[in-house]
């Protein structure tokens, strides 16, 4: 009966169930609660004034101020990247945090700190909106709203007279608004040189922490005391007007300004090979600095010379020694067709020392891949020597999109030549006769120069660079400038406008 008895209690068992939820699910659907209403919406303007408090922090800033943008993308995407940012997060706070501790902890005859966790968790922080400042400066200003409500876990050990000591920081709570701004604006990515971050209001942090698994906070008295000692410490550095300023890009580089002279001493070539059918070359030599814009300087045609000697010098523009590259290319000249190449080679600028003249004996090779088997075969050789000339830290100085003022000659500018920079910027109410495409002529001792041209548009920008290497100081020497507008469809209706009172004309000019 043992056996049988069992046997049949399951079966009762499993009948019982079944029956249960046969009748549970027959009741909750036919019999609905009648005491159940639908929700009712309201505007907010409509709602009580209790329960308008109550939600009035939770409302988004878009919904209470119409200058402020909704950044639901923005959400979006961090939700998205959230598990990826927080690991890169994390190993720079790391990498960070490392060497100012091992600065700070022998001023405290501690012995070591270490993070044993480090996570940002799995709630990521939330764009309530954000505000967008346009301004007449080479800059863009953000004013985002950003709450964060995160379960991270920061578990950190410290170590002391042989004792240790874990602090753990949980369920942290932080809102802020914070002021970012990007600036100057340049032509090189990230397009930014400078972050400038500062809050415009002291930030509301909240947060666990606990030691030797005891919880601090729960302390009367510490928690008001530790999250205003985190106020006002953090409204201390960068409350507004102060700042965190991070640097992004070194401005020279990013604003592509010249840094000096390489003064370039084409001497002669040995060994040509024959490129004409009559048994002679025509050779000649063109130099370029790679990342430069500017024409190839040439040197001069020797006619059926094979060793060919020139001695003929050129000033190159130099923005950046570290990165630049040298390009010789030797052409044999042709009266009718395209010229031959002869050969090449490159001098990198890292391997010139400043202000000392250095000499150069190159083999020529058809290109520079290594692996090529023709540049094993013998093209001849060619010497140039090489000076570069830095200009000067206090001749440099800052330029427009810093100080945003002209600088003047330094007084006492000593003779010789040098490098005149124009840089055009801009153009305000510019209208032509007959059409408005404006571009920018400058001429300097008849060397003529001009912008791109921009279609219907009265307040263009161009942000153009020009140079001019000039034999001394030009002190008594004058710029012309001149706006023109040119058909896009024909060369017969042309309206000139000299910039004057009706026209601004925004331009830089720096010697060196």
């Known amino acids: 009966m043992g056996f049988f008895g069992t046997i049949l209690g399951f079966l009762g068992f499993g009948v019982g169930i079944s029956i249960g939820l046969v009748s549970g699910y027959f009741l909750f659907i036919y019999f609905q609660p009648t005491n159940v209403e639908d929700p009712e919406i309201k505007p907010l303007s409509e709602q009580e004034q209790e329960t308008l408090q109550r939600m009035f922090p939770e409302i988004p800033l878009w919904i209470k101020n119409p200058d402020f943008d909704r950044l639901d993308w923005l959400n979006k995407f961090v939700e998205y990247m959230w598990p990826y940012l927080d690991k890169a997060i994390c190993k720079t706070a790391k990498n960070i945090a490392k060497p100012i501790i091992a600065e700070q902890i022998p001023k405290y005859k501690i012995d070591s700190v270490e993070f044993e966790t480090l996570t940002l968790g799995s709630l990521p922080p939330t764009f309530q909106g954000m505000k967008v400042f346009v301004t007449d400066e080479k800059e863009l200003i953000m004013e985002p709203s950003v709450k964060w409500a995160g379960n991270p876990n920061v578990t950190v050990s410290v170590k002391a007279f042989g004792l240790k000591a874990t602090v753990q920081v949980v369920d942290l709570q932080v809102f802020l608004l914070p002021r970012i701004t990007l600036k100057p604006l340049v032509p090189s990515f990230p397009c930014f040189a400078n972050i400038y971050v500062s809050l415009m209001e002291k930030p509301h942090v909240d947060f666990g922490l606990k030691l030797i698994g005891a919880?601090?906070?729960?302390?009367?008295?510490?928690?008001?005391?530790?999250?205003?000692?985190?106020?006002?410490?953090?409204?201390?550095?960068?409350?507004?007007?102060?700042?965190?300023?991070?640097?992004?890009?070194?401005?020279?580089?990013?604003?592509?300004?010249?840094?000096?002279?390489?003064?370039?001493?084409?001497?002669?070539?040995?060994?040509?090979?024959?490129?004409?059918?009559?048994?002679?070359?025509?050779?000649?030599?063109?130099?370029?600095?790679?990342?430069?814009?500017?024409?190839?300087?040439?040197?001069?045609?020797?006619?059926?010379?094979?060793?060919?000697?020139?001695?003929?010098?050129?000033?190159?523009?130099?923005?950046?020694?570290?990165?630049?590259?040298?390009?010789?290319?030797?052409?044999?000249?042709?009266?009718?067709?395209?010229?031959?190449?002869?050969?090449?080679?490159?001098?990198?600028?890292?391997?010139?020392?400043?202000?000392?003249?250095?000499?150069?004996?190159?083999?020529?090779?058809?290109?520079?891949?290594?692996?090529?088997?023709?540049?094993?075969?013998?093209?001849?050789?060619?010497?140039?020597?090489?000076?570069?000339?830095?200009?000067?830290?206090?001749?440099?100085?800052?330029?427009?999109?810093?100080?945003?003022?002209?600088?003047?000659?330094?007084?006492?500018?000593?003779?010789?030549?040098?490098?005149?920079?124009?840089?055009?910027?801009?153009?305000?109410?510019?209208?032509?006769?007959?059409?408005?495409?404006?571009?920018?002529?400058?001429?300097?001792?008849?060397?003529?120069?001009?912008?791109?041209?921009?279609?219907?548009?009265?307040?263009?920008?161009?942000?153009?660079?020009?140079?001019?290497?000039?034999?001394?100081?030009?002190?008594?020497?004058?710029?012309?400038?001149?706006?023109?507008?040119?058909?896009?469809?024909?060369?017969?209706?042309?309206?000139?406008?000299?910039?004057?009172?009706?026209?601004?004309?925004?331009?830089?000019?720096?010697?060196?």
């Open 215 to 512: 919880d601090l906070m729960s302390i009367p008295g510490v928690y008001r005391i530790v999250q205003e000692l985190i106020k006002d410490q953090v409204a201390n550095m960068y409350l507004w007007p102060k700042t965190l300023e991070v640097q992004v890009l070194d401005m020279s580089k990013a604003l592509k300004r010249p840094v000096g002279i390489l003064h370039v001493k084409v001497l002669q070539a040995m060994k040509l090979k024959k490129k004409d059918l009559l048994g002679a070359s025509d050779p000649y030599v063109k130099l370029k600095l790679t990342e430069d814009k500017l024409p190839s300087k040439k040197t001069t045609v020797k006619h059926k010379n094979l060793n060919p000697e020139w001695n003929e010098e050129f000033n190159i523009v130099v923005k950046d020694p570290d990165s630049q590259v040298l390009e010789i290319n030797v052409y044999d000249w042709e009266q009718v067709g395209k010229h031959d190449k002869m050969g090449m080679n490159v001098i990198p600028l890292k391997e010139v020392s400043p202000e000392e003249p250095k000499r150069f004996t190159l083999d020529l090779l058809k290109n520079m891949d290594p692996n090529d088997a023709q540049n094993e075969k013998s093209r001849g050789q060619i010497v140039v020597e090489l000076t570069y000339k830095p200009f000067k830290e206090e001749d440099l100085g800052k330029g427009f999109e810093e100080t945003q003022t002209v600088p003047k000659a330094p007084e006492g500018t000593p003779a010789g030549g040098g490098l005149l920079v124009v840089i055009v910027h801009e153009a305000q109410d510019v209208e032509g006769k007959y059409h408005t495409n404006p571009h920018v002529r400058l001429i300097f001792r008849g060397d003529e120069k001009k912008t791109k041209r921009i279609k219907k548009n009265r307040d263009p920008r161009w942000e153009d660079e020009f140079q001019f290497m000039v034999d001394e100081p030009p002190t008594n020497d004058r710029l012309h400038v001149e706006v023109v507008s040119t058909s896009s469809r024909n060369l017969l209706h042309q309206k000139v406008n000299n910039h004057s009172n009706s026209t601004v004309l925004n331009y830089v000019m720096h010697y060196h």
